[in-house]
């Protein structure tokens, strides 16, 4: 090999490594910042990434607020009951209401009620018809209106005692029949109350459908409140076919109550609608109780006033017929429409005569026996 | 007089009353748990059992 | 007298759900049903935690409290057990409770649940120990063997913590002393009323 073709190599290599050692400097500085040519189009696309040094609270300190809020992670696991909560902060605010006011204040305002009640019974003593009966009767409610009166009523007084038996059992009927006694009752409690509820419900709406249109409030009502609807004293105040107070116990019992009574059970009732997290369940739970207790008081002295409180009151529901002197005493005005709708009143023998007529399975009134 | 139906459902009522206790029904004892009773709750059970849960706690969860 | 208490690590809890799934193996709990749950917060974002959740015993238990048949008894070491036969599957206990603790093996129309299953810390319930009954309801008692949960005995990185209370605030107190920061005893106020 010749000395110039050596010389020639050497240059050659000389020159190519110091080619390479450019390229290197060169795109050591220029790949890495070719990345800003795409940041630079992309920066839109991409989610702005919350890096510890760049947010302004501890992100760890924020998760565990956050987890005390009640807000939601991820799990894996899965189930109807499952929840992707830590904590769950309704249920306190669940328990304190239910075994504080609902359990306390609830029973003792229907050990109140019924006490009041009482008294007022042995006191005054039943209202009885002035005068006596005059033996003559005139149609108060159809049999229809009847057997759906007695429809709710029975299913209320199924759920009255299935619910009370629910929510104070364990301090009124556990220490009576023990932990299994009650248990055995309360599983048939339970679910009594689960299916009475919704056909309750329904025979309640038909029932509201139905009476509303005696319940209309009118001037007559404010008069029968004033002169407190008779209830001390011998005044009667008069009223048309409903007096006020039953318009009371339509509206505030029957409607207003009843209505959220049955709103609330079938939410309650139906937790496969999906909607109900626990916050809801509990607080329509606790709505529920309420409703409940306090349409039980006001029941209390619906069922007194009908049975006991007034003589002559409950066979308008029973055998669908009042007395002429009852019904000019407690509804005059009622009266005066039925006179004036061409009815006449009835005596017990024309009756009598009536039933062997038609037969035992005739005509719909005095069926119902006394 | 009572009426009829009343006096048949007063005797009914306490007829039943009266089967109930030919029966061995016994009436709730305040503080006695009648339920199935569980022998492990007991202060004795848990006495017993706690020097061996904290020792398997100290092996257990401690770095080894 | 010994105070039975659980304690997840965050710090640690690695989210491989072996303890979610040794409970569900250890006590053939029935599908649908979770004794213990995995819960991730901020699931891919900084300051992610994995927290092991199950019943936590809590000293004055809420579902104890409003249950209508008074079926929750607490045994001396402070485990909370239930009787399955005085349950009736009403549910309040799931309102209640503040870790969504109880577990019912049904989800039908007309609220029925079937018989309440929740967490036994490995104790059974009160049928005999290691009797065919107590199998069958509440799984098996590990707990009368002097062994601690499974769920806790477990854990790979020793995250989830079971057993006495002190023993077990120790070893956590320790670790906090040696890696630094602050402890988060999770669910300790509100089930125990106190932090480590």
Known sequence: MSKHQEATTAKRRWRSMLWTVLAVFFLAAALPSASYLFAQTSSGELPQRQFSEESETNPRSDMWRSARRGEGGFTNQSGPYVTNELINNSGENYRQIRMGPLTTVGGWFLVVVFLAITAFYLLMGQKKIDGGRSGQTVVRWQTYERFLHWLVALGFVILAVTGLSLLFGRTVLIPVFGHVGFSAWAEVAYSTHNLVGPVFAVALVVMILLFIRHNVPNKTDLQWFKQGGGIIGNKHPSAGKMNGGEKVWFWVGVFALGLTAAVTGFIALFPNWGFQTREIMSLVLILHATAGILWIGLFLGHAYIGTLGTEGALEGMTRGRVDVAWAKQHHDLWYQDVLASGEKPVSEEELKARKHQTGPSGSAAGQQGS | ?64 | MARMKFLCDAERCIECQACVTACKNEHEVPWGVNRRRVIVMNDGQPGERAVSVACMHCTDAPCAAVCPVDCFYTTADGIVLHDKDLCIGCGYCFYACPFGAPQYPEQTAFGVRGKMDKCTFCAGGPEPAHSQEELTKYGTNRVEEGKLPLCAEMCATKALIAGDGDVISDIYRKRVMQRGGRPQTWGWQSAYGEGV
């Not at chain 2, 339920?35 to 202060?43: F, I, V, Y």
């Not at chain 2, 904290?54 to 770095?63: I, K, P, S």
């Open chain 2, 1 to 64: 007089m009572m009426p009829k139906r009343t006096t048949l459902c007063a005797v009914a009522v306490v007829t039943l009353m009266l089967l109930a206790g030919c029966s061995d029904v016994t009436m709730y004892e305040p503080g006695v748990y009648k339920g199935s009773g569980d022998d492990t709750a007991s202060e004795e059970a848990a006495e017993a059992r706690a020097d061996d849960l904290r020792e398997r706690a100290r092996t257990a969860h401690t770095d080894r």
